[in-house]
């Protein structure tokens, strides 16, 4: 460091020991009570108080749930069992009736009789028996 | 509690009780507070306005106070928002006077020349000027070395720039202000 470099350093020493800035009369002997009595109070904030019904309530809404979920599926699963064997059985006669080279309503009457009188025929000769 | 006796852990304990909480935070203002103006005042340079980012400063560390968790130094923690606080009133002003950046010093050492509270000489008035030259935050990495001589970590934390870094800016700052004391001889 030359002479030049270290005279300015020296000069920078010197001028920070004298603070060029002033306050106000009192400012600092008062300033820790001027903040203060700026500060709000704090209100402290009570917990809420927690029940038993608090604790267990989100297990009884999950229970629940989950008992609505199992119902619902099993009765989804109902449904389409049953729409299911109907549906097979007026399949079968349709294809019956198509097979047989008649498709307007008369012949499919005509064909719901034959059907019944085989039955009721079944049913006389069990009586007589 | 005299500043002499301040004990950090335990007014941080204290500042944890909602019962004990007010006074230990007095405590806090008694031992920060005249330490952070004249940090503020050197930014900012005129009192009015260091006073009322000095209350601002110790407003939010008091809203925020339950959020401190210890995990830095209580000083660290105040002379960041101190620091943040400077930088929001400093681009307010620049806003405010419609100056860029690079010119944002002059509004500024033109009101100190004429500042009451401004007791300099012309070289102490042209240090100033070297130093408004300055941009902020080199600036700010100036006034807390030369002024506080305050440690290379402590800075790190406030400032959140690795310590190589702001000694490079110190060293360079020093340069800057040196040179410009010096361009008229």
Redesign the interface.
Known sequence: MNSRDQEILNQLEELKKKNPFKVPDGYLENLTDNIMNCLPEKVPVQEPKVTLYDKISPWLYLAAAFIGIVLLLKGVASLDISSKSGSNKADGIRSEVIQSGKSSDEEYLEYLEDRYTSYAMAEVRTNYE | MQKQLYSEEEVIEQLRD?AK??QA??WV??FY??KL??QI??MV?D?DDA?DI??NT??KA?ENIDYFRGDAKLSTWLYKIAFNECMTFLAHQRALNNVSIDDADSPMLEHLRGD??????E???K??QAVLSLPEKQRAVFNMK??DDMKYEDMSEILGTSVGALKASYHFA?KK??DF??KDI
Do not use: C
């Open positions: 909602p909480q007010r935070f007095t203002v008694d507070a005249e103006y004249w005042r050197r340079l009192h006073n000095l209350q110790f407003m008091w009451v509270y401004f007791d300099g000489d070289t102490q008035l240090l100033q030369y002024y020093v202000v040196s004391l010096t």
